[in-house]
């Protein structure tokens, strides 16, 4: 019996999928960058329907994400890469009953790129426990894990130096002690990539027929973006490229789906093989949520080499059939899994009703627009290509009113070098909007309206593939009025996140703002 499947199976900001199996559940894994809490689990049955389950770093004392700044780099002519710092490609791997998620913490200092890579287990997934990191030395980033037959187990990861405009990398290689993270064998240079152009990244490994398969992501992650695969019959090498590679790119094709690569290989208990790879909804010269997930089935033959179909919106294939009976269990809403702040945040600074309906927040100086550190800030990822977000503030006590420094308001976020928000001033007594896109300008564009808050008032930033219009009311009887908007070609371009809608607050003044209130923030 055949099922129809959806692509991308995870929208919205959810780069570098990686996947393992366990007990009839699938588990995925994306790169979070800058944002808290880092590396977002999801568990499926079918493939089809994914459910956040947890996040690998949901402590903030796990690791510091403050340093995760986003900068501009010149990458060619007219071409300018947005780079975010952070957590970088995660691979998730199943051994014995134990979860490992493998990934690399790394920001600039100076010229110089700083990489810690770490990973963290669990024995049980479904409570949202993981363990502090298992640091361990490697000058490199998308670390990846192999468990060999024989017991050994191997780390691979993308090597490269510590220099930001040294941008050659290849794929080495080291045996690991994985209960301490101890290198027990030097690190060995294993692959330099398909492509020759000294950028061979996302390795991961398989086991198969007596081969074992390495498979990169390179020719960096947009429009040339590719996956490829080598083989060896020993695990140090040496590897042999296959004669058709790329085995997956979207170069040269005119799809909607582009900038297809960095994924990873995995079968389902029926034997049948998969791969879930990253890519972007070009509409038109806008894809503001990023990369995404996407699922394509794939036939791997006896000795053979694996023959990856390009990933469509639609697609059939056979229905999987021997997941187990256990159901996915409904998140406690409570967790929050979905909600992110920017960076490590100081929790402290806001607090939730049982139901989260309503949020409180401690304005602190840093803005939307501070490049380190945290902010005020809490939302979701932008899901939908067309959605609506909402969010209602409560008015302040009339004697916390006068000469209050806050602005507290809607936002839309990618980074702090691109957002757009709709909020009330409390210091001038005004409902304003504000757009920054520091690619074309240092400077924010603001406009603003009067307006002297003494009941609620409801902010909205209703999104299409084309544009966010933000809009307020006043009251529950209010009408809408528009304030201003931002293309969403705005948000597209050469970067590595995606587009996130949230509540925020802030305070022009040295020391902490009066608590305020927001009710009803949801995104439909």
């Not at 330099?192 to 991961?204: L, N, V």
């Amino acid at each position: 019996m055949c099922a129809k499947y959806t692509n991308p199976i995870i929208s919205g900001f959810s780069p570098d999928p990686s996947v393992t199996s366990y007990d009839g559940t699938f588990f995925l894994v994306n790169s979070s960058f800058h944002i808290f809490p880092g590396i977002p689990i999801y568990a499926s049955k079918d493939l089809n329907s994914w459910t956040q389950i947890g996040n690998a770093i949901h402590r903030p004392n796990q690791l510091d994400l403050t340093k995760a700044t986003s900068e501009k780099y010149p990458i060619g002519p007219e071409k300018i890469l947005i780079a975010t710092g952070g957590l970088f490609a995660a691979t998730i791997r199943q051994h014995h009953g134990t979860f490992y998620v493998i990934c690399t913490n790394d920001w600039g200092e100076g010229p110089n790129l700083i990489m810690q890579n770490f990973y963290v287990t669990t024995k049980d997934i479904w409570s949202g426990e993981w363990s502090d990191p298992i640091w361990f030395d490697f000058s490199g980033i998308d670390p990846s894990l192999f468990f060999d037959d024989d017991g050994k187990v191997y780390i691979q990861g993308s090597y490269r130096p510590s220099n930001l405009m040294q941008l050659k990398c290849d794929i080495r290689q080291f045996e690991v002690e994985i209960e301490t993270g101890k290198a027990l064998s030097e690190t060995t240079k294993i692959w330099d990539g398909f492509a020759g152009k000294d950028d061979a990244e996302g390795p991961h490994i398989y086991k198969k027929d007596g081969w074992y398969y390495l498979l990169t992501a390179e020719a960096a992650t947009f429009e040339h973006h590719l996956i490829a695969m080598a083989r060896s019959r020993n695990i140090w090498g040496p590897y042999e490229s296959y004669e058709n590679n790329p085995v997956l790119t979207a170069y040269g094709k005119g799809d909607l789906i582009q900038n297809t690569g960095h994924g990873d290989l995995f079968q389902d208990g029926d034997g049948k093989w998969w791969i879930t790879a990253l890519g972007i909804r070009n509409m038109d010269g806008c894809y503001p949520m990023g990369r995404e997930t996407f699922l394509a089935p794939v036939e791997w033959p006896t000795g053979g080499w694996p023959q990856i179909e390009f990933p469509t919106l639609e697609f059939e294939q056979t229905r999987i059939s021997n997941m187990s009976s256990k159901e996915i269990p409904l998140p406690d809403e409570n967790r929050r899994y979905e909600y992110v702040y920017i960076r490590t945040p100081n929790l402290d600074d806001f607090s939730f009703s049982f139901n989260n309906r309503v949020i409180k927040l401690i304005p602190r100086t840093n803005t939307l627009s501070s490049p380190t550190g945290t902010t005020t800030f809490v939302g979701k990822r932008q899901r939908l290509q067309a959605s609506i977000a909402t969010a209602t503030l409560q008015p302040l006590p009339v004697q916390s009113r006068k000469d209050n420094a806050i602005f507290a308001g809607l936002t839309v976020w990618k980074e702090s070098i691109r957002h757009a928000e709709i909020y009330y001033d409390y210091q001038t007594s005004s409902i304003c909007f504000s757009k920054t896109n520091k690619m074309l300008s240092d400077e924010p564009e603001t406009k603003s309206q009067p307006l002297q808050l003494t009941d609620t008032i409801r902010f909205q930033i209703k999104d299409t593939p084309k544009v966010y219009e933000s809009s307020y009311k006043v009251g529950s009887d209010g009408t809408w009025t528009k304030l201003g908007s931002m293309g969403a070609i705005e948000f597209s371009g050469y970067d590595f996140t995606g587009t996130m809608f949230g509540v925020f607050a802030s305070t022009k003044s040295e020391e902490a703002g009066i608590e305020v209130t927001f009710e009803g923030f949801k995104i439909t």
